[in-house]
């Protein structure tokens, strides 16, 4: 056999083993979002959520340990504080790349991000937008990202990057049930939430550390508690607008 042919049926080989990875994470990814797509309402509830209050954070003095189901694995969740966070949802990702190709530990437990704001970011979304655009992305170094831009005109701008970063949250989260997640999946851009459970640290089986949350709303970058100011929430129950889920 030349060269040539040999060339040809490795180029056919590499192209079917392309097209069934794609169809295997088109077929997971739509098998993942239906598992969780009809949440059952917990309860209804009259009062609104208040997007002008700080996170509500109360640490933990004794350790503390629950067990927590990826899509895959199974991990331990060191609960590093009771936390609860309500605003205005400027960001969501579910869209984790190839789902089965490039998943790590951290990706299987995590199954979903928000970007949310609080404070005077959240009153008035429409200047908010006019300022500041934002997006929650999966970098290539499987690095999950929240960025924001300011917009042009620089020189009237309503906030500080100070106040933008200390009442902003990209926040990793992991649902205490299938209920929950169908609830957070529910959750669209701009839509006032409310979010309840504990800030955890993770960890696989074998006590390897899969990740640490950050505990501060004031830290900005990776040499950060939680390796880049993120958040690492375990949910046990999410309130969009008057329906709430657990």
């Given at each position: 056999?030349?060269l040539d042919?040999?060339?040809?049926?490795?180029?056919?080989?590499?192209?079917?083993?392309?097209i069934?990875?794609?169809?295997?994470?088109?077929?997971?990814?739509?098998?993942?979002?239906?598992?969780?797509?009809?949440?059952?309402?917990?309860?209804?509830?009259?009062q609104?959520?208040?997007t002008?209050k700080?996170?509500?954070?109360?640490?933990l003095?004794?350790?503390?340990?629950?067990?927590?189901?990826?899509?895959?694995?199974i991990y331990?969740?060191?609960?590093?504080?009771?936390?609860?966070?309500s605003?205005?949802v400027?960001?969501?990702?579910?869209?984790?790349?190839?789902r089965?190709?490039?998943r790590?530990?951290?990706?299987?437990?995590c199954?979903?991000?928000?970007g949310?704001?609080?404070?005077?970011?959240?009153?008035?979304?429409k200047?908010?937008?006019?300022?500041?655009?934002f997006?929650s992305k999966k970098?290539?170094?499987?690095?999950r990202r929240?960025?924001?831009?300011?917009?042009?005109?620089y020189?009237?701008?309503?906030?500080?990057?100070?106040y933008?970063?200390?009442?902003?949250?990209?926040?990793?989260?992991?649902?205490?049930?299938?209920n929950?997640?169908?609830?957070l999946?529910?959750i669209?851009?701009?839509?006032?939430?409310?979010?309840?459970g504990?800030?955890?640290d993770i960890?696989t089986?074998?006590?390897?550390?899969v990740?640490?949350t950050?505990?501060?709303?004031?830290?900005k970058?990776s040499?950060?508690r939680?390796?880049?100011?993120?958040?690492?929430?375990?949910?046990?129950q999410?309130?969009?607008?008057?329906?709430?889920y657990k």
């Open positions: 056999m030349d042919k040999i060339w040809d049926i490795f180029c056919k080989l590499c192209l079917a083993a392309l069934l990875i794609v169809i295997n994470s088109i077929l997971g990814d739509i098998t993942f979002r239906i598992k969780y797509s009809f949440p059952k309402i917990s309860s209804t509830t009259k609104q959520i208040a002008d700080e996170p509500v954070q109360t640490n003095k004794q350790e503390k340990y629950v067990r927590a189901y990826g899509e895959k694995n331990a969740l060191k609960l590093q504080a009771e936390y609860s966070i605003g205005l400027i960001t969501k990702n579910t869209n984790f790349w190839l089965d190709v490039m790590n530990n951290f990706d299987d437990i199954l979903m991000d928000i949310i704001v609080w404070g005077d970011l959240a009153s008035n979304p200047k908010l937008y006019k300022h500041w655009k997006k970098t290539l170094g499987s690095s929240l960025s924001w831009q300011s917009k042009p005109p020189d009237n701008m309503p906030w500080s990057l100070d933008v970063s200390s009442h902003i949250s990209h926040t990793h989260l992991i649902p205490a049930n299938p929950v997640m169908g609830g999946l529910s669209k851009k701009n839509d006032i939430v409310k979010l309840d504990y800030l955890v960890y089986e074998k006590s390897e550390t990740a640490l950050s505990m501060s709303r004031y830290d970058d040499t950060s939680g390796y880049g100011a993120c958040e690492d929430m375990y949910v046990k999410v309130q969009v607008g008057n329906k709430i």
